[in-house]
C-alpha cells in the first residue's frame, strides 16, 4: 500500500508563493492605487502628516477663550423685527389723526411711585379708558399710553453703585403684551441716578423694538458723581439727551419702525441745561412733559417758564394726590401752548 500524496500542498503553497510576487510587482507599478486599510489597524503619522483631529470635544476646556470667539449675548432674546408695523388704528406717526395721548403713570406691582402699578394691568387699563375719554374732542380722538418706569432710582449705590435698579423684565413684557393687546402705546420712563441715560436705555432695547413702545427720561434722578437721589434735584445736558435720542432713532429707522415717543420730564429749566441745543429726530417723537404738582395757578406759572414748544409737543402732568383743585379736561385744553400729552400720577 502506498503513502499518503503530499504533492497537492507543496503545489498550494507554491501558488501562494507566486500570487504575493505578482501584487508586491504590480503594487510597484501602481503606486497611486490605494489599498483599503486592515480593519482595526492604526495608521502611522509621518512627520509631515497633522494627527487626525478627534470628532469629540476634549472634556478639559482651555483656561482662556481666543479672542475670535464671539463672547455669549444676553440672555433676553430681542424681539424680532417688524417689517411695516404700524401703530394702534393702523397709523405711523403717535400725534396722527389729531390725537390726544392720555397716560397713566407709575411701576409694576406698587403704586407707591404711581398709580400705574396700584392695581393689576387689566384694571389699570380700564382705570385709564375712563380717565381719558373726557379729553376727546370732535376730530382728536384719545389714545391711551402706559408710562412705566423700568429703571428705578435708589438713595443707595447697589451692586454697580450706580444708584438705580433695573425691574423684573417679566413684569416689563406684560406691560408690552398688554399695551398691545389693547391698543394703547407703552412708554419705557428711566430714573438713571448717577448712569448715562444712554447706557440704561440700552439695556431694554429687546422692548425698544417693539413697535409700540416709546422711551421717557426723567433728569430729576439723574445725578452727577456726588449726587444721592432723593436728597437733590437733578439735571441732565443736551448733550447726553442727544446721544440718547440719535441712538433711538437709528434702532427705529433701521428697524423700519412706525414713530416712537420720545419724552423729556421737567418742572424746572435747570432741568435740563442748554435745552434749545436738544435735537429733533427721524422717526421720534419729541415731546416735553411739564410736572410739577400744586394748585392751579403754580402749575400754569411753572409751565410757562419751562415750555420749549419750538422744539417739543407739549405734555402735562396732574396729580391724583398731591394736586390742589385738579385741572380737568376743560382747563387742560385751555393751556397754551396746546398740551397733547397728559398723564396721570
Given at each position: 500500500m502506498?503513502g499518503p500524496?503530499?504533492?497537492?500542498?507543496?503545489?498550494?503553497?507554491?501558488?501562494?508563493?507566486?500570487?504575493a510576487?505578482?501584487a508586491?510587482?504590480w503594487g510597484?507599478?501602481?503606486?497611486?492605487?490605494?489599498?483599503?486599510?486592515?480593519?482595526?489597524?492604526?495608521?502611522?503619522?509621518?512627520?509631515?502628516?497633522?494627527?487626525p483631529?478627534?470628532s469629540?470635544v476634549?472634556?478639559?476646556?482651555?483656561s482662556?477663550?481666543?479672542?475670535?470667539v464671539?463672547e455669549?449675548t444676553?440672555s433676553?432674546?430681542?424681539a424680532?423685527p417688524?417689517e411695516?408695523?404700524?401703530?394702534?388704528?393702523?397709523r405711523?406717526?403717535?400725534?396722527?389723526?389729531?390725537r390726544?395721548?392720555?397716560?397713566y403713570?407709575g411701576?409694576?406691582?406698587?403704586?407707591?411711585l404711581?398709580?400705574?402699578?396700584?392695581?393689576?394691568?387689566?384694571e389699570?387699563?380700564?382705570?385709564?379708558?375712563?380717565?381719558?375719554?373726557?379729553?376727546?374732542?370732535p376730530?382728536a380722538?384719545v389714545?391711551?399710553?402706559?408710562?412705566?418706569?423700568?429703571?428705578?432710582?435708589?438713595?443707595t449705590?447697589?451692586?454697580?453703585g450706580?444708584?438705580?435698579?433695573d425691574i423684573?423684565?417679566?413684569?416689563?413684557?406684560r406691560?408690552?403684551?398688554?399695551?398691545?393687546?389693547?391698543?394703547?402705546?407703552?412708554?419705557?420712563?428711566l430714573?438713571?441716578?448717577?448712569?448715562?441715560?444712554?447706557?440704561?436705555?440700552?439695556?431694554?432695547?429687546w422692548?425698544?423694538?417693539?413697535p409700540?413702545?416709546?422711551?421717557?427720561?426723567?433728569?430729576?434722578?439723574r445725578?452727577?458723581?456726588r449726587?444721592v437721589p432723593g436728597?437733590?434735584?437733578?439735571?441732565?445736558?443736551?448733550?447726553?439727551?442727544?446721544?440718547?435720542?440719535?441712538?433711538?432713532?437709528r434702532?427705529?429707522?433701521?428697524?423700519?419702525?412706525?414713530?416712537?415717543?420720545?419724552?423729556?420730564?421737567?418742572?424746572?429749566t435747570?432741568?435740563?441745561e442748554?435745552?434749545?441745543k436738544?435735537?429733533?429726530?427721524?422717526g421720534?417723537?419729541?415731546v416735553?412733559h411739564?410736572?410739577?404738582?400744586?394748585?392751579?395757578?403754580?402749575?400754569l406759572?411753572?409751565?410757562?417758564?419751562?415750555?420749549f414748544?419750538?422744539?417739543?409737543?407739549?405734555?402735562?402732568k396732574?396729580?391724583?394726590?398731591?394736586d390742589?383743585?385738579r385741572?380737568?379736561?376743560?382747563?387742560?385744553h385751555?393751556?397754551?401752548?396746546r398740551?397733547?400729552f397728559?398723564?396721570?400720577?
Amino acid at each position: 500500500m502506498s503513502g499518503p500524496d503530499r504533492s497537492a500542498p507543496q503545489l498550494f503553497l507554491v501558488l501562494l508563493v507566486m500570487v504575493a510576487l505578482i501584487a508586491v510587482a504590480w503594487g510597484v507599478a501602481h503606486p497611486d492605487v490605494l489599498v483599503p486599510p486592515v480593519p482595526g489597524a492604526v495608521e502611522s503619522v509621518g512627520p509631515d502628516l497633522e494627527p487626525p483631529v478627534p470628532s469629540e470635544v476634549p472634556s478639559e476646556v482651555p483656561s482662556e477663550v481666543p479672542s475670535e470667539v464671539p463672547e455669549p449675548t444676553e440672555s433676553v432674546t430681542p424681539a424680532p423685527p417688524v417689517e411695516g408695523a404700524t401703530l394702534p388704528g393702523g397709523r405711523r406717526t403717535v400725534f396722527g389723526g389729531n390725537r390726544v395721548l392720555v397716560a397713566y403713570y407709575g411701576t409694576a406691582g406698587t403704586g407707591a411711585l404711581g398709580v400705574l402699578g396700584e392695581t393689576s394691568v387689566p384694571e389699570a387699563h380700564r382705570r385709564l379708558v375712563r380717565a381719558a375719554a373726557p379729553f376727546a374732542r370732535p376730530g382728536a380722538p384719545v389714545q391711551p399710553v402706559y408710562e412705566l418706569i423700568v429703571t428705578v432710582a435708589d438713595r443707595t449705590p447697589g451692586p454697580d453703585g450706580d444708584y438705580s435698579h433695573d425691574i423684573d423684565p417679566a413684569g416689563v413684557r406684560r406691560y408690552v403684551a398688554a399695551a398691545r393687546r389693547q391698543g394703547a402705546l407703552l412708554l419705557l420712563d428711566l430714573q438713571p441716578g448717577r448712569a448715562d441715560f444712554l447706557d440704561v436705555a440700552k439695556r431694554w432695547e429687546w422692548a425698544l423694538r417693539q413697535p409700540h413702545v416709546g422711551l421717557a427720561l426723567d433728569p430729576e434722578w439723574r445725578m452727577d458723581s456726588r449726587e444721592v437721589p432723593g436728597t437733590v434735584i437733578g439735571s441732565v445736558g443736551a448733550f447726553e439727551v442727544n446721544r440718547t435720542s440719535a441712538w433711538l432713532s437709528r434702532l427705529t429707522v433701521q428697524g423700519d419702525l412706525p414713530e416712537k415717543l420720545f419724552v423729556l420730564h421737567q418742572f424746572r429749566t435747570s432741568m435740563v441745561e442748554r435745552i434749545d441745543k436738544v435735537r429733533q429726530r427721524p422717526g421720534l417723537a419729541l415731546v416735553q412733559h411739564v410736572d410739577g404738582f400744586g394748585n392751579q395757578r403754580e402749575k400754569l406759572a411753572t409751565y410757562g417758564v419751562v415750555a420749549f414748544p419750538e422744539k417739543f409737543t407739549m405734555g402735562f402732568k396732574l396729580f391724583y394726590d398731591e394736586d390742589v383743585n385738579r385741572m380737568g379736561p376743560r382747563e387742560v385744553h385751555r393751556i397754551r401752548p396746546r398740551v397733547r400729552f397728559i398723564s396721570f400720577q
